[in-house]
């Protein structure tokens, strides 16, 4: 394999700054390897979009990727991996990765009473993304949804410990407690920003799931398979852009990836 290739970024996106959550398990799975993402600030939310739309979104997004030279696409975005993941995959030659599959196998693998909740936008539940992967793993398995928009602006305004996203998710994962689940997946990247609160109102006893983790270890096992680990010893370069903004994003950021992102830079997606 050409040395080159090797050393292309990997390129991330998703609909706004739940891409942090996600590029904070990949930094920290694959130090050396440079990153690209993109975050589409001015677009979100995706989940409450019509398939379509959010097909056409995912597909420029990651044009905007592929045009960054990177040697992979991860679909940090679970509604645009529940949506538009096969598009994806038949117009790119790069491996795309999703966070559903990988969201779905840790959730069915680490289940230890055979209930799992899954929360995730309307989107994401509606397509019953999780659920199907979850139960064709085994069908024994019993798996209940609930849709919880209100958590992405939560997240975008940086509200994740505000007494009303206290309240917001005991309203929301009321239904959920009631089925006496074991595991719970945080299936938006939006949510494990808001993991203390989801934690608190479930209860210890509830294990949550985050898709991040499980992606990463997806994308190296992907990226080993193809032969285009990066043989670099030094860090990884990250480069950050946005489709617009948000006051909140570098607070977000700095919180959420435990450093400053200096460099982020505004792009016009789909031109
Ligand atoms: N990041 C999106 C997801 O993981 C949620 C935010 C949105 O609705 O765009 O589904």
């Given at each position: ?106 959730a069915a ?41 209100l958590f ?55 294990k949550l ?63």
């Open positions: 394999m050409n040395f080159m290739e090797k050393e292309k970024p990997i390129g991330v996106f998703d609909s706004g700054i739940g891409v942090l959550t996600v590029v904070k398990r990949i930094a920290s799975a694959l130090p050396n390897e440079s990153i690209v993402y993109f975050g589409d600030t001015a677009r979100v939310p995706y989940g409450s979009k019509s398939n379509e739309t959010v097909i056409e979104y995912a597909m420029q997004d990651a044009q905007f990727l592929m045009k960054k030279g990177v040697k992979a696409i991860v679909v940090a975005c679970n509604t645009a991996s529940s949506v538009a993941l096969d598009e994806l995959k038949a117009a790119f030659t790069v491996p795309v990765i999703g966070v559903i599959e990988p969201g779905a196998a840790m693998k680490l289940s230890t009473g055979g209930r799992i909740g899954v929360i995730g936008t309307r989107a994401t539940v509606n397509n019953h993304a999780y659920a199907k992967k979850i139960l064709g793993l085994n069908s024994k398995l019993e798996v209940f949804e609930t849709a919880c928009p992405v602006p939560l997240a975008e305004e940086g509200w994740h410990e505000h007494p009303s996203a206290y309240i917001i998710a005991q309203e929301y994962l009321h239904e959920l407690q009631m089925k006496d689940i074991d595991t719970l997946v945080l299936g938006c990247t939006h949510y494990p920003i808001l993991a203390k609160v989801i934690q608190k109102v479930m209860g210890d006893k509830v799931i985050d898709s991040g983790i499980a992606t990463s270890e997806v994308v190296r096992s992907e990226l080993e398979r193809i032969g285009l680990v990066s043989n670099s010893n030094a860090l990884g370069r990250m480069s950050f852009y946005v489709s617009d903004i948000p006051s909140t994003f570098q607070k977000i950021a700095r919180i959420f990836l435990e450093r400053e992102i200096p460099d982020v830079q505004k792009i016009l997606v789909g031109s």
